[in-house]
C-alpha cells in the first residue's frame, strides 16, 4: 500500500505558478501547431500566420519564462537533489525547448513577412509546424519525467 506524499504548504504556490505556466505554454504550442498547419491548407495564410506570430510573441514565450521561474523557485523552496534524472530532463527539455521555440518565432514571422509581400510561405511554415510538434512531444516526454521522477 502507498502512501500520499505530503509535502508543506509553502511550496504550494511556486508549485502552482510552474505548473499552470506549463499547461498554458503547451496549450498555446498546441494551439500554434493547430495555426501552422491551418497556414499551409487555407486560402487566408496571412490571418493564420499573423494569429500564430503574435500567439508565439505575446502567450508563447511569456508563458515559458513564467513556467521556467515556478521551476526555479519549486527547486530552489525543495532543495532537491540537483542530479535527479527528472530535474535534468526537465532541464534539457526546457533550455533545448526555448532554443527551439526561438527558431519557430522567427521561421513564422519570416513566414509572415513573405504572405505580406505576396510570395509563397510554405518552406517557412512546414519546418516550424515540424519543430512545433516536436516541442509537444518533448514537453510530453518532461511531464512523464516530472510525475513518474525515474530514477
Not at 490571418?47 to 515559458?64: C, E, K, Q, V
Not at 527558431?103 to 513566414?111: E, N
Amino acid at each position: 500500500m502507498t502512501y500520499a506524499s505530503i509535502r508543506p504548504d509553502d511550496w504550494n504556490l511556486p508549485l502552482l505558478v510552474h505548473v499552470l505556466g506549463a499547461m498554458v505554454f503547451v496549450g498555446l504550442l498546441a494551439t500554434i501547431a493547430v495555426l501552422l498547419v491551418a497556414a499551409l491548407r487555407t486560402d487566408d495564410r496571412a490571418a493564420a500566420l499573423r494569429l500564430a506570430f503574435r500567439t508565439l510573441l505575446i502567450g508563447a514565450l511569456p508563458s515559458y519564462i513564467v513556467m521556467r521561474v515556478g521551476a526555479e523557485w519549486v527547486a530552489a523552496e525543495e532543495n532537491v537533489d540537483e542530479d535527479a534524472a527528472w530535474i535534468g530532463i526537465g532541464y534539457i527539455v526546457t533550455d533545448l525547448g526555448l532554443l527551439l521555440l526561438i527558431v519557430v518565432t522567427v521561421l513564422t514571422g519570416l513566414a509572415k513577412r513573405r504572405v505580406g509581400r505576396g510570395t509563397e510561405p510554405g518552406r517557412l511554415v512546414r519546418p516550424a509546424t515540424a519543430i512545433t510538434l516536436l516541442l509537444i512531444a518533448a514537453y510530453a516526454v518532461a511531464l512523464w519525467a516530472m510525475t513518474a521522477k525515474p530514477a
